[in-house]
């Protein structure tokens, strides 16, 4: 690999450091990532002008163009790409908030804004899938219905917000993240859409860090970013869609993860129904949201305040 940073993009690295197809080096104290490009091929010139584009209002991780200006290199059949890491945002809602105050350019093939489609063909596919594995994972054939129920109920609860509320200027698109899950700063996990994603991804992480201030840190959010009554309710509908969960289920089908991860997820469900519930009562305060009948049943367990 060291040859072909050497040919493709004048570099030198004397240690490169793999991580299954990700080859990480320093030069001259400037940290790099040369890594496999997934994503669909016809995004790439649009990723790399959105990518120019940030670069003007944050300091962020920039795509590095090899010695023929292509921002991918072809190595046999796979395509790479080169990163300079120049920053790493911590994941909060402060460098969230940077992100999405910054007028996101128009850039249509990045946008996202059918999380019903997506997410119904996506249950789809994971129903085909544990037919054919539900074997071999034990705890996956256990826990799958409960969060397919869950993702049902996301489906269901934003069908009918698109239809009974509409939008309005505060229903604007901003710079959001693919997977919150991965580097703020991956110029290949930016996106456009609606300002309530990357707010829902983190409340639920929040959970699963153990995040004690995130009421407080809600307040904070809240007093700088006006959110409608369309805003809240597909906020509380991405809250509910488990997200966290296929994360993991789609690690351990493609063998980067142990199927035992989802431990800490199952044995933590009923505390995860008290949060979700408490998330619940404080967001009524900005708007009426509609209630979730298998949630009234933790009113009388609540342990948290908002």
């Known amino acids: 690999m060291k040859n072909i940073i050497e040919f493709y993009y004048n570099l030198s690295p004397e240690d490169i450091k793999q991580n299954n197809n990700n080859y990480y080096f320093n030069i001259n104290n400037n940290n790099y990532i040369f890594k496999e490009y997934t994503i669909n091929i016809s995004l790439i010139e649009d990723i790399t002008k959105l990518n120019i584009y940030l670069n003007n209002y944050l300091n962020t991780n920039k795509i590095i163009p090899n010695k023929y200006n292509n921002p991918l290199t072809q190595i046999n059949d796979n395509y790479y790409i080169l990163i300079f890491l120049s920053n790493k945002n ?153 997200s966290f969960y296929f994360k993991t289920y789609n690690d351990i089908i493609q063998g980067i993860a142990k199927e035992k991860e989802l431990n800490n997820i199952i044995n933590n469900i009923d505390k995860y129904e008290i949060y979700i519930y408490n998330i619940y009562i404080y967001l009524k305060k900005y708007s009426n949201l509609p209630p979730i009948e298998w949630l009234k049943k933790r009113d009388i367990n609540s342990r948290l305040q908002p």
């Open 90 to 242: 911590s994941i909060n809602l402060t460098a969230i908030s940077k992100f999405s105050l910054i007028p996101p350019p128009d850039i249509k093939s990045l946008e996202r804004n059918n999380w019903q489609i997506l997410w119904s063909n996506m249950i789809d596919y994971y129903e085909t899938q544990i037919g054919e594995n539900s074997k071999k994972y034990p705890l996956i054939r256990e826990s799958f219905d409960y969060f397919i129920g869950l993702a049902e109920n996301a489906i269901s609860y934003l069908t009918y917000t698109k239809k009974e509320t509409p939008k309005t200027v505060y229903d604007n698109k901003v710079l959001s993240h693919n997977n919150l899950y991965h580097s703020l700063d991956d110029p290949l996990n930016i996106i456009i859409d609606h300002k309530s994603r990357d707010l829902a991804e983190y409340i639920k992480l929040s959970f699963f860090d153990n995040n004690k201030n995130i009421f407080q840190e809600l307040d904070n959010y809240f007093y700088y970013h006006k959110y409608s009554d369309y805003g809240i309710r597909v906020l509380f509908a991405r809250i509910l869609y488990p």
